[in-house]
């Protein structure tokens, strides 16, 4: 059988991009050698978050006191149980993805893809015929020299979400949004965590004022942080594992249990034939054009496989942008400018847009408003005061940049906030918007209006 559009893989940017091919009328097939959803329903984001919804409900039952309800006996974290019910959350997702793909009657085939050149992609002995292919194969996790993964002392982000047992101590090398996850996750356990971070400051990408507030939440709460270090080796011993950690100082010894590594990920595109086709690539991630072609025609790309931020709803933006055009629908560009990153700590990160040393380096005068989650009422009432609103505009148009939350609730205010700076929305349009009260929420307004105290016109 022949097919519009063959996909290899399923996550974010194959199951989204087959179902709306299906949805304009493409025959369409996806290739999938593991799990339906990929990597971000099956070990990424979805049971992750189940994870810290599991370390929600210990952390609040441990402070239940504090809102005046008494628990009698102890509060343990029971780890089979949390992790059981993550890797359901997980199932459920997969189930909703077949459900999915069976209702816009998009066929499946279970293996792994290799392209055979264009409009030819095999599966084993079978070889699948179609007019266009489309990549989407995602990544998996970078491992450091001298700090290699093995899966038992030193583990990634998958061995992490599966612990038959919470380690007394562990080292996560990596403060981006996986490790700074993981980090929060094991210390509300009752893991002695070290945090270890190459740059100058944890949550690299992140604003510098929600980097130092972060990390002074984090090191409250106990755990010990180290930036401007780097691991130079790891020694495994019967207990665990010794670190060497180039620091400022010096080089430093951390001994821990369990090491995870986090130092990223890298591009899924080994093996799939590419290069024998003729897709060029760039230190393993593939060249496209603004429609996602690679240099082959009819072959196309779509998600963490491109030199493009490493995040399912890119990759998702990415795949819809690219399948539209396929299909002669003129569609916007993506707008790269204005992605949201989201960090589930607690307190959770959230932003979009420039960062103000961002602006600053491309000679941007820009006006800061900046609102304490301690003069929030809803925090109050909640007991969630740590953090802020952080908004970055440009100082004579008054247009939004930037937004930065770190606080509760941060990646739930964020999407307005896209939606804003993807309209040009200005400091006193937000001003003069109606929020709810109480709401964390409101911080935006005030934010707004903190940068523009000095207006002569509000």
């Given at each position: 059988?022949?097919y519009d559009?063959?996909?290899?893989?399923?996550g974010?940017a194959?199951?989204?991009?087959a179902?709306?091919?299906?949805q304009l009328?493409?025959?369409?097939?996806?290739i999938?050698?593991?799990?339906?959803?990929?990597?971000?329903?099956?070990?990424?984001c979805?049971?992750?978050?189940?994870?810290l919804k599991?370390?929600?409900a210990l952390?609040?039952?441990?402070?239940?006191e504090?809102?005046g309800v008494?628990i009698n006996g102890?509060?343990?974290?029971?780890i089979k149980?949390?992790?059981?019910?993550?890797r359901?959350?997980?199932a459920q997702?997969?189930k909703g993805i077949?459900?999915?793909?069976?209702?816009?009657?998009?066929?499946v085939?279970?293996?792994?893809?290799?392209?055979?050149?264009?409009g030819q992609?095999?599966?084993g002995?079978?070889?699948?015929?179609?007019?266009?292919?489309?990549?989407?194969?995602?990544?998996?996790?970078n491992?450091?020299?001298?700090?290699?993964?093995d899966?038992?002392?030193i583990i990634?982000?998958?061995?992490?979400m599966v612990p038959?047992s919470?380690p007394?101590?562990?080292?996560v090398?990596?403060s981006?949004?996986i490790?700074?996850e993981?980090a929060?996750?094991?210390?509300?356990l009752?893991?002695?965590v070290?945090l270890i971070?190459?740059m100058?400051?944890?949550?690299?990408?992140?604003?510098?004022?929600?980097?130092a507030?972060?990390?002074r939440?984090?090191?409250k709460?106990?755990?010990?942080?180290?930036?401007?270090?780097?691991v130079?080796s790891?020694?495994?011993?019967?207990?665990g594992?010794?670190?060497?950690?180039?620091?400022?100082?010096?080089?430093?010894y951390?001994?821990?249990?369990?090491?995870l590594?986090a130092?990223g990920v890298v591009p899924?595109?080994?093996?799939?034939g590419l290069?024998?086709a003729?897709?060029?690539m760039?230190?393993?991630?593939i060249?496209?054009?603004?429609?996602f072609?690679?240099t082959?025609p009819?072959?196309?790309a779509?998600?963490?496989?491109?030199?493009?931020?490493a995040?399912a709803?890119?990759a998702s933006?990415?795949?819809?942008?690219?399948?539209?055009?396929m299909?002669g629908?003129?569609?916007?560009?993506v707008?790269?400018d204005?992605?949201?990153?989201c960090?589930?700590t607690?307190?959770?990160i959230?932003s979009?847009?420039?960062r103000e040393?961002d602006?600053e380096?491309?000679?941007?005068?820009v006006?800061?408003?900046?609102?304490?989650?301690?003069a929030?009422g809803?925090a109050a009432?909640?007991?969630?005061?740590?953090?802020?609103?952080?908004?970055?505009f440009d100082?004579?148009?008054?247009?939004?940049?930037?937004a930065h939350?770190?606080?509760?609730?941060?990646?739930e205010?964020?999407?307005g906030?896209?939606?804003?700076r993807?309209m040009?929305?200005?400091?006193h349009?937000?001003?003069?918007?109606?929020?709810?009260?109480?709401?964390m929420s409101e911080?935006i307004?005030?934010?707004?209006?903190?940068?523009c105290?000095q207006?002569?016109?509000?």
């Amino acid at each position: 059988m022949s097919y519009d559009l063959i996909i290899i893989g399923s996550g974010p940017a194959g199951y989204v991009a087959a179902v709306r091919s299906a949805q304009l009328g493409f025959k369409t097939i996806v290739i999938e050698k593991a799990l339906l959803g990929g990597v971000c329903l099956n070990w990424g984001c979805i049971p992750t978050k189940a994870l810290l919804k599991s370390v929600e409900a210990l952390n609040m039952a441990r402070h239940a006191e504090t809102y005046g309800v008494k628990i009698n006996g102890t509060v343990e974290p029971d780890i089979k149980a949390i992790v059981q019910r993550s890797r359901q959350v997980a199932a459920q997702m997969t189930k909703g993805i077949e459900f999915l793909l069976n209702k816009y009657k998009i066929d499946v085939i279970r293996g792994r893809g290799t392209v055979k050149g264009p409009g030819q992609v095999a599966v084993g002995d079978q070889v699948l015929e179609g007019k266009n292919i489309l990549i989407a194969t995602g990544s998996k996790p970078n491992s450091l020299p001298g700090a290699s993964i093995d899966g038992k002392k030193i583990i990634g982000y998958r061995q992490a979400m599966v612990p038959e047992s919470i380690p007394a101590t562990m080292a996560v090398i990596g403060s981006g949004a996986i490790g700074a996850e993981l980090a929060f996750f094991y210390h509300s356990l009752g893991t002695k965590v070290t945090l270890i971070e190459y740059m100058d400051q944890i949550v690299p990408t992140e604003d510098t004022d929600v980097a130092a507030q972060l990390s002074r939440s984090f090191r409250k709460a106990g755990m010990k942080i180290m930036t401007s270090s780097g691991v130079q080796s790891a020694d495994k011993t019967c207990e665990g594992c010794r670190l060497a950690v180039q620091t400022k100082k010096g080089v430093e010894y951390v001994e821990a249990d369990i090491v995870l590594s986090a130092v990223g990920v890298v591009p899924s595109t080994a093996n799939l034939g590419l290069e024998a086709a003729g897709v060029q690539m760039t230190r393993g991630r593939i060249n496209v054009d603004k429609n996602f072609m690679t240099t082959v025609p009819g072959i196309y790309a779509v998600g963490d496989v491109l030199n493009t931020p490493a995040l399912a709803h890119l990759a998702s933006a990415e795949a819809l942008c690219c399948v539209e055009r396929m299909a002669g629908l003129d569609v916007p560009d993506v707008d790269y400018d204005n992605v949201p990153g989201c960090i589930y700590t607690t307190p959770e990160i959230a932003s979009v847009g420039l960062r103000e040393k961002d602006a600053e380096k491309k000679g941007i005068k820009v006006k800061i408003g900046k609102y304490p989650f301690t003069a929030s009422g809803k925090a109050a009432a909640a007991g969630e005061r740590d953090g802020f609103v952080k908004l970055v505009f440009d100082a004579e148009t008054d247009i939004l940049l930037g937004a930065h939350i770190i606080g509760a609730h941060a990646t739930e205010m964020i999407g307005g906030l896209v939606a804003s700076r993807g309209m040009k929305i200005t400091g006193h349009d937000l001003i003069h918007s109606i929020f709810p009260h109480p709401t964390m929420s409101e911080g935006i307004m005030e934010a707004a209006a903190l940068s523009c105290d000095q207006c002569a016109n509000m």
